[in-house]
């Protein structure tokens, strides 16, 4: 597929650590979380935890108001007949408790000589740690981070390489950008997923978001990720929530 985007290479800051992330000062605006859900002539929502069962998911993607307002600026620049598929945004606090403790019992049973730290801290690339502390929430329980991609005219997705959540090497966001600078030869599939996902980069960097290098799907605005990245001196969000009128907890 031609598109403006696809012979500009997605090129990715160097200098990302979660321990430089949550040094960053979190100064909360109060800006509300909103459903995503309303604009599908621009945005699709398919909430993939609440899909998978995943405890304290709900059935929608809700973010932080001017995340939604970037999303609409990001799908606007893409080709006709394309739409942003939005996989997840604001999280639980259970929902990231559950995904952490997951990955770290995948993990374990995969190696079982390596120490608890380094377990999580492996389970730390793919999975933020649970926190809502207001000096270092993860990522997704501020509202400001979200999954996505693109989605073809009859809904089907674009290829990317893996699929979401798909915790390999491949996920990288670069991973094909190093096999073109290394000078390998790569097959029709890889280069379709070359262009894609240099779309997908280009226009969520151009309507203000920034790229979690490990995953190819994750952007952040306004929290400590995208601050870190974006030389802020503090982040807009930390840990909140949509207000839901009956929820108890």
């Keep these: 597929m031609n598109h ?3 012979d500009i290479p997605i090129s990715l800051p160097d200098f990302f650590s979660w321990e ?5 000062p979190v100064e909360e605006c109060g800006e509300p979380i909103v459903s995503a859900s309303y604009v599908p002539e621009k945005i699709l929502v398919s909430p993939q935890y609440f ?7 709900v059935a929608d993607c809700f973010v932080r108001r001017s995340v939604l307002l970037r999303l609409i ?9 394309l739409r942003l598929l939005l996989l997840d945004g604001w999280r639980h606090r259970m929902v990231q408790t559950s995904l952490f403790q997951k990955f770290r019992s995948e993990l374990r049973a995969k190696m079982p ?4 730290r380094e377990i999580t801290d492996l389970a730390s690339q793919f999975v933020a740690p649970p926190s809502v502390a207001a000096t270092h929430p993860s990522p997704h329980t501020t509202g ?8 073809d005219g009859t809904g089907l997705c674009l290829p990317m390489g893996t699929e979401f959540d798909e915790t390999t090497e491949r996920s990288a966001t670069d991973y094909y950008e190093k096999k073109v600078i290394a000078r390998e030869k790569l097959s029709e599939e ?8 240099r779309l997908l980069y280009a226009v969520m960097t151009r309507a203000g978001f920034t790229n979690y290098p490990d995953e190819w799907w994750h952007y952040d605005y306004g929290n400590q990720n995208w601050a870190l990245l974006r030389g802020e001196r503090a982040a807009l969000y930390g840990a909140s929530e949509p207000k839901f009128r009956w929820r108890l907890s």
Excluded: C, F, K
């Excluded at 000589?113 to 608890?116: E, G, Q």
């Excluded at 400001?144 to 989605?151: K, L, N, P």
């Design 20 to 24: 430089s992330s949550r040094a960053v």
């Design 190 to 197: 890889e280069e379709e997923v070359l262009v894609n996902r």
């Design 113 to 116: 000589l390596l120490s608890d």
């Design 73 to 81: 600026e990001a799908a606007d620049m893409l080709p006709e007949g």
């Design 4 to 6: 403006p985007y696809q």
């Design 144 to 151: 400001g981070a979200v999954d996505v991609t693109i989605v």
């Design 51 to 57: 899909i998978h069962g995943i405890n304290g998911a």
